[in-house]
């Protein structure tokens, strides 16, 4: 198994990412907004995406979007085809293009609304944390993509604020301030430690 960055050479699976997604939205019966395959094939093309292949069969895919002048990432269309489900490939594949978007976009902060219990976990375990939309990107373009969603007048009855999804959010200011405080903390023990030492020698 194969996951890699994506290039033109991939257009050739674009239909089958959207017929993908759509499917996996009817066994679900959740919002999923829908993708055309010329859409997919931008994504493609500019390298914002990530593809999962077992030889030349597709398995998965997921592209990246930016949003409020690159400020915000989303990572879109996490889809894992019937056959290799159940093998942890989302996971993998959700790894892969998370550490594109950080190497791409070092200072956004990466976010997801999403319905689906195995994507929130995935999130958590890279960092993400549940916040509310208000913490998200207000570019309209972001929301008038939920306009393909079933759910999608839940979400305009609420001004934009909730829906069925769950907002997620990973800050990299965040993280890089929770790996001070650890720093700071783990250096003063270490003088403690190192100051009891030279006291009982």
Same mark, same amino acid.
């Given at each position: 198994?194969?996951?890699?960055?994506?290039?033109?050479?991939?257009?050739?699976?674009?239909?089958?990412?959207?017929?993908?997604?759509?499917?996996?939205?009817?066994?679900?019966?959740?919002?999923?907004?829908?993708?055309?395959?010329?859409?997919?094939?931008?994504?493609?093309?500019s390298?914002?995406?990530?593809?999962?292949?077992?030889?030349?069969?597709?398995?998965?895919?997921?592209?990246?979007?930016?949003?409020?002048? #690159? $400020?915000? @990432?989303?990572?879109?269309?996490?889809i894992?085809? =019937? %056959?290799?489900?159940?093998? /942890?490939?989302?996971?993998?594949? #959700? $790894?892969? @293009?998370?550490?594109?978007?950080?190497?791409?976009? =070092? %200072?956004?902060?990466?976010? /997801?609304?999403t319905?689906?219990?195995?994507?929130?976990?995935?999130?958590?375990?890279?960092?993400?944390? =549940?916040?509310?939309?208000?913490?998200?990107?207000?570019?309209?373009?972001?929301?008038?993509?939920?306009?393909?969603?079933?759910?999608?007048?839940?979400?305009?009855?609420?001004?934009?604020?909730?829906?069925?999804?769950?907002?997620?959010?990973?800050?990299?200011k965040?993280?890089?301030?929770?790996?001070?405080?650890?720093?700071?903390?783990?250096?003063?023990?270490?003088?403690?430690?190192?100051?009891?030492?030279?006291?009982?020698?």
């Amino acid at each position: 198994m194969k996951i890699v960055t994506t290039n033109s050479f991939h257009n050739k699976y674009a239909e089958v990412i959207c017929d993908t997604i759509a499917d996996s939205a009817k066994v679900r019966g959740t919002g999923i907004a829908k993708r055309s395959p010329e859409y997919i094939v931008k994504k493609i093309e500019s390298g914002n995406a990530v593809i999962a292949l077992e030889g030349d069969k597709f398995a998965g895919f997921c592209y990246i979007e930016t949003w409020s002048n #690159k $400020k915000y @990432v989303v990572h879109s269309g996490l889809i894992v085809h =019937p %056959d290799f489900r159940n093998l /942890g490939l989302a996971k993998k594949i #959700k $790894k892969k @293009v998370f550490d594109h978007s950080k190497k791409m976009y =070092p %200072d956004a902060k990466i976010f /997801g609304i999403t319905t689906g219990l195995a994507v929130m976990k995935i999130n958590a375990e890279l960092g993400y944390k =549940p916040v509310t939309f208000s913490e998200l990107t207000d570019d309209d373009a972001f929301w008038n993509g939920c306009k393909a969603c079933r759910n999608y007048d839940i979400l305009t009855r609420n001004d934009r604020k909730m829906c069925l999804c769950t907002g997620m959010l990973h800050d990299p200011k965040a993280e890089n301030s929770e790996k001070e405080v650890k720093n700071k903390v783990w250096t003063r023990l270490k003088r403690i430690k190192q100051a009891l030492f030279l006291k009982n020698k």
